[in-house]
């Protein structure tokens, strides 16, 4: 299993709930979360996958997705840093 993670300075606040339903249609995504530091505004997002294979189909979906709602005809902040992490305790 392999985390994606990114930090936001600060997390965005707008719709974002699209990208994790996009995610949440791959098989092989195991879960994705946006977590936000309430005195910061800063914040991660988090996400879980089987593998190499089943990160690649998320990021596919949700590029897919996002051109399908126009999401790019728009400026939107990016995280500051993404890292993705090899998993090696689970619950």
């Known amino acids: 299993m392999i985390a994606r993670v990114a930090v936001w300075e600060p ?6 709930g699209w990208v994790l339903d996009a995610a ?3 098989p092989g995504v195991h879960g994705a979360y946006h977590l936000v530091d309430p005195a910061t505004g800063n ?3 988090v ?3 089987e593998d190499e294979a089943a990160a ?7 590029a897919k997705r996002a051109e399908e709602i126009g999401w790019h005809n ?9 890292t ?6 689970q619950m």
């Open 74 to 82: 728009a400026p939107h902040p990016a995280p500051v840093s993404e």
């Open 11 to 16: 997390m965005p606040t707008d719709d974002r």
């Open 47 to 49: 996400a879980f996958f």
């Open 84 to 89: 993705m992490y090899q998993v090696v305790r």
């Open 24 to 26: 949440a249609t791959v």
């Open 56 to 62: 690649q189909a998320a990021r596919r979906a949700i």
């Open 43 to 45: 914040g991660l997002s």
